[in-house]
């Protein structure tokens, strides 16, 4: 009963702020919740939430953190069984704002991005491989497989501010990014994972390759702390 009583005090807080008039050019100097809707439709999909700090006028700083599972991905929904995929990804990002009028500022920006997708699955597979493809024996159990992704992007982007505290972020980026496939359960040799995805051949699972990387979409954001009183 508590729990409820909090989450709707919660609600109401959120409502009364997002709907109170405020200067929305002061958004800039605080820090801005952001949430990334596209990323819940990516193939490797996750809730994606991050926080914009500013460090000064010109700069800030954006980390951006999401969590997902094949579980509520939309790419799987025709699957009788979906795969147990997990995924963790991190986006870490530097801004320069180099052009600002009331309400709007375009940005450019570096970006740092990690993400790490385990698939797991309990199946027969050889034990104790070697080279050429023989195994000491088979053994019927769960095993896991990682996909393990690191890139770097430069964006340009553009964000409106509005009176109600929040804001739209829109960004296109393009960089190179490596992926490295290989299994995590040890004593488990090369895994292939049947599920129609070629990213998870494991043809080349100790190479990674280095390919190159676009990144767009938009997010939306909510400006935090306390604003001045807007005078009419």
Request: hydrophobic share 40%.
């Amino acid at each position: 009963m508590n729990c409820r009583i909090s989450l709707l005090f919660i609600f109401l807080l959120v409502f009364h702020f997002s709907h109170a008039q405020i200067d929305p050019d002061e958004s800039k100097n605080h820090i801005i919740l952001k949430w990334s809707p596209l990323s819940l439709f990516d193939i490797d999909n996750t809730v994606q939430l991050g926080l914009e700090v500013p460090v000064n006028d010109k700069f800030t700083i954006q980390q951006d953190i999401g969590y997902g599972h094949s579980g509520f991905n939309v790419w799987y929904a025709d699957y009788e069984n979906r795969p147990d995929i997990g995924t963790i990804k991190s986006r870490t990002q530097l801004r320069y704002y180099f052009y600002a009028k009331p309400r709007f500022r375009s940005y450019l920006a570096g970006e740092y991005l990690f993400k790490r997708v385990v698939r797991q699955e309990t199946k027969w597979v050889g034990m104790d491989c070697v080279d050429n493809g023989g195994c000491s024996y088979f053994s019927y159990k769960n095993v896991k497989q990682g996909k393990f992704v690191n890139a770097l992007h430069a964006k340009i982007g553009w964000q409106f501010y509005f009176s109600n505290r929040t804001s739209l972020d829109l960004f296109v980026g393009f960089g190179l990014r490596k992926a490295r496939i290989r299994t995590l359960t040890k004593g488990v040799g090369n895994v292939d994972f049947d599920n129609g995805w070629d990213w998870w051949i494991n043809a080349n699972n100790n190479d990674p390759q280095i390919i190159p990387s676009v990144s767009t979409g938009f997010h939306l954001g909510f400006a935090l702390g306390r604003f001045k009183k807007k005078e009419d």
